[in-house]
């Protein structure tokens, strides 16, 4: 029998999460500070208002969502009391969302080479533990569009034997990544397959990373091999549609490109710079829309 209290633990998050999707960050502040009250501090709560503070951001108000990451971040670093940080499943979270909400606020003041230099100095501290992609992710936001794009690890793959980013000069690549347990990378299949279609001829190449994550179908721990194979028959289900798209397989390209959201969509040009980092599904409009920019330079 669970404890009451895990009901409360878990609804939090959800009632929170579904009053900032209805756009009520009022109701979603008293639900926060409600629970508060009841329950004193929590890695829920930690979590809880780190949505506060994204949903404050989301809206453009800068001061209010800094002032909710920095809350979120001083209640997660007391609760972890110097252990590790993921003893609660909902610290790194909560601290991941507080270091990307003051890292976009900064650069949407026009504060971009400090917001860099915050995310580099949260690299050094966090880099070690689960958060490193995700801090690298929003690094890459800030830093990577305008830069060269990242060799990529194919030593393996699944599906076409891929090209090195190298020797694809002259094409115009966009990076899928993905991963075999993600709901919206099947459902951005359909939109890839018509844009390879309308710009294979012009010279548009697909690449899709993917990675091993430990388990395959229901969650089960998979050792390396049966994880690989796992991918390969939701690849050949769900991703038939994109039978020429090479998927090399490595940790180290998604920790390269800062991919902890999944799908990431980069679009690099034909001289190998990235004009396009977006984690995150795309719609066909906006992909094909920065395709065309890119053909035209």
Known sequence: MLPALFFLYVSLVNDVRDLIARHDLAAAERAAEAYR???GATGELAAALSWIARGALERGELDRA???????????????????????????TALGASIEVHAQAMAARG???????????????FGATSLHERIQKNLNLLNLEGKPAPPLAMDEWLGPKPVPLAALRGHPVLLFFW????GDCKGEVAVLARLQTTYRRKGLVLIGPTRLYGYAAAGEDAAPAVEKQYIEQVRRRYYSALPDMPAPLSAANFLAYGSSTTPTLILIDSR?????????????SELSARIQAILRQ
């Open 37 to 39: 009250a009841q329950t």
């Open 66 to 92: 800094d002032a909710y990451a920095a809350d979120t971040r001083k209640l997660a670093v007391h609760l972890l009391g110097g252990g590790p940080l993921d003893r609660d499943p909902w610290l790194p």
């Open 111 to 125: 504060e971009r080479p400090e917001a860099i230099g915050f995310l580099r100095e949260q690299l050094k501290l």
């Open 179 to 182: 991963a075999h347990w993600c």
């Open 272 to 284: 190998g710079i990235v004009r396009l980092y977006h984690p995150g599904a795309m719609s066909e």
